[in-house]
Structure formats: structure tokens, C-alpha cells
Nanobody, 116 residues
Framework: QVQLVESGGGLVQPGGSMSLSCAAS????????MAWYRQAPGKQRELVAV???????RYVDFVKGRFTISRDNAKNTVYLQMARLQHEDTAVYYC??????????WGQGTQVTVSS
């Protein structure tokens, strides 16, 4: 049974930093590309960052230079370190495989709110 559990969200001031974690189970984690996605209020879910099974990373333009995705295959965990956060980064953040799991499964996500 697939399970993705995101954690680490909360309230942060503009310009601040935050780290997210996602623990995965029920998937062949070490051979899967993983990704972080986010969904802001009233908007569709969008891709944020991807890391291949071998550690190659890529980012969407609006987070390049600010966010860092990483993974620990021994812990079946993927991370997202976020810096210089902006109001526009406020969203529910989700992890999933890249591309997303075919069954349409998504975890509960973790809320990140950037506000003063």
C-alpha cells in the first residue's frame, strides 16, 4: 500500500527558510524519480522540483536558486529545503513520484504559509 507522508510546513515570514520532508512507503523508492508539487488556493497543483533516482535535480524557474530537493534512499525520504520564501510560495506542498503515481494517490500534503 502506497503511503506518502509530508511534514515540516508551517508559518514563516517573507525571506525566511523552511524544510519539508516526505516519508514514502509501498513504492520502490530507490529506483523512482521523486518530486515536490504544490497547490496554492484557487490554483491547480504544479510541479516544483524533481530528483531522479540517481540524484539528478531540476527545478521550475520560480524556485531556482531558492529551493533544494534532496533524497535519502536509506530512509525512503525526500526533502525540500526552501529559502528566501515569498508570499507567492504559500501553498500546500505534496511529494509524489515523477511522474505522479498512476492510481492518482496523493498524500495529505503540508501547508506552508508565508506571511508577516
Amino acid at each position: 500500500q502506497v503511503q506518502l507522508v509530508e511534514s515540516g510546513g508551517g508559518l514563516v515570514q517573507p525571506g525566511g527558510s523552511m524544510s519539508l520532508s516526505c516519508a514514502a512507503s509501498g513504492i520502490a523508492f530507490s529506483i523512482k524519480g521523486m518530486a515536490w508539487y504544490r497547490q496554492a488556493p484557487g490554483k491547480q497543483r504544479e510541479l516544483v522540483a524533481v530528483i531522479s533516482f540517481s540524484g539528478f535535480t531540476r527545478y521550475v524557474d520560480f524556485v531556482k536558486g531558492r529551493f533544494t530537493i534532496s533524497r535519502d534512499n536509506a530512509k525512503n525520504t525526500v526533502y525540500l529545503q526552501m529559502a528566501r520564501l515569498q508570499h507567492e510560495d504559500t501553498a500546500v506542498y505534496y511529494c509524489n513520484t515523477d511522474p505522479p503515481i498512476r492510481s492518482g494517490y496523493w498524500g495529505q500534503g503540508t501547508q506552508v504559509t508565508v506571511s508577516s
